[in-house]
């Protein structure tokens, strides 16, 4: 079979377990979820030797040590992804949920009830523990997904899913409900995103080059992120030691990830007394400023900011420090150079809170908090599939509920249209 | 300028303007499509020689009696899209609203806000009215809204924008919120459906090429329904005047519209009785019928129905009648030929009503009502914009609201990722 032939065969499989993964109720899905969790861990010297296998390529291509370590399947990562199974088992059901419910003037009752989207594909790189947290969160919206993991973890990849498909299987549902794409070249997402007959939804995970392949090739709806610019304005009526706090957690507390700080905007009624302050308290936390001129002023020693630093993704402990005028100046510069992503006001003053609110646009809009606390989890989504900066069906942190769509039902007593 | 350029011009100045579009409060909103409501009236005679134009030539094309009629802007006509613009204006609007708001274990809330989405691409075909109401929707939404009607209507279309951006510039509202492609070449929809950086959301109307063209084409996301193949279950426990109206009322009503009847599945215990009733209703309204072999046994002078028909759109006086021995055979068979669309069960009784609902995931799914029912309208959303049959954004019929989307809002005091 050519590549495009087995991805068509793979999708058109997945296709047809889609059905009997949308009627499963949440007593099958529970119990399918935690069974799954118990094989893992009963099961996991098979998973770790296959693993290992991964891990062996890899040493023998030359990866390097950060990426080998994410590509282990210690106990540890092990038994932290079969507590997120079990958390996933644990959520409420969204499928079937009326979300509201009116009545028409001629008595007809029209709703929305929530339903599985069908197909999913997942196409992500090198962690293998992602191969059991999406298929988790696909098959708890009743959805049939469709994996396409990094080459570099084919192989535990390949065990993981077998995992699902087994017990899928145990209990008498199709087990293509879960489905991996059963090659690991490039072309085969190429031929993936074509099908649009057959997969309803594509979630790219991975690098900005990744995400762009994908979008740019797919005649399916892609919801997706580039990258998380994320800023934090201070405002000029504020309580210097929240700043100074949301400051170092949104930068420091993990910098390589998409919510963390990469540019603070500064009020310039305050910058005299206040970035003195933060400046010592982000240099401590080991933080490297690059700075407007105003900034470099105030602060000795801070490397000048270019027009590329507004616009970069540093995901390192290096900020970009930008005095403004006014909080019209603020929001200017994150509409210019943000990415929609999440973006913060540090303020005492209401009306700046609400002005920020409204008129920030990025899927995540945050007063007095961490930029690091837009998170699905943290949300209380429960678990998070994805973040979307594009505005279309879902926009921020997504959740199990963000697999899924709603249909509108009728429950008439014979009305026909005049 | 050649065609890309235009394209890219006019997306770039409607990208500029939708930010002002975004801010627009509900008053100015209301004030500002009530005037546009006005001025349409005032300048009807502008207007009507506009369109002249457009069905002179027409005419010296040799276009149809009843596509010149679709292109007619009549004092009728004019008089139904005003109308359609003043209920517009005193829609609620949906800008700003918070759909729902929780509270973290730490104190923080999370809200969901709805905002516009920012640029929408209407590509659409004839009737210049759908300029009006597609702007004055997009518009209500706060969105600013990039324009491409069929070339037959250019004139009257640029009439009608032209009326939106003279008010808009009258309430010093930067009037590229409602612009045109200014070109009818096919081409430019090409170039207007790769501008993922300047427009957010592409919806076509129009015939089942243009749609897959706009979709096969569009970097964008589309919402979108090729077609409309509905189908009514007649259940065996069922009052037969029901039933009887409902399939006539479904085809007859109105044929040529996406909502009506084209498949009518009758369970086989009732056949000998309804299927004569049924058959004798429809043929008085004018439905010539094709049926499956037992059907036509109970019937005579039915025309065979070929596995063609089970497809058929037919949007005449033509309907294809099946007999079935289950529910579950009519649901297999709507989930094989149906179009996702709407689809409808006649009962009396409560378990088959509740699996009808539940199983069939098409967009709208109706018990005992007509098809006919499934409308943006008739559902209370205030007006429609389209009708969606991919389960991505928006499903089923389209209101102001599928216009939005929400940003996540975040109200801390201080609050910190550990």
Redesign the interface.
Known sequence: MSIREQVINTAMMAHSAA?EA??LTMGQKETILNQIAEKMWDERSFLQSENARDIEKARSKGLSLPMIDRLTLSDNVLAQTINGLKEIASFPDPV?EITRM?V?PNG?R?GK?R????VIGMIYESRPNVTADAAALCLKAGNACILRGGSEAYDSNVAIAEIFRTVLEDNGINPNAVSLLPTTEREAILHLVKL?DLV??IIPRGGEDLIRFV??NS?I?V?KHYKGVCHLYVDKDV?FS?AV??AV??KA??PGVCNSLETLLIHSSITDEFLPKVSRALQEAGVALRGCERARKIVNGMTPASEDDWYAEYSALILAVKIVDSIDDAIRHI?KYGSLHTD?IVTKDYSASQKF???V??????????T????GY???LGAEIGIST????A???MGVEDLT?????????????E
């Open positions: 059905p949308a009627r079937g009116w028409r007809m029209v009830m339903i599985p989207l069908g649009e309803d939804l979008s740019e005649r709806p919801v309580d929240m706090s949301l957690n949104a507390q993990r509409a913060a609110l409204r008129e646009n990025s899927s995540t809009v945050i007063v007095n908090a961490s690091r606390m837009s998170d943290v949300f209380g594009t505005k279309i069906h926009y921020g942190p769509t709603t249909k509108f039902i009728v429950l008439g007593d014979g009305q026909i249209r």
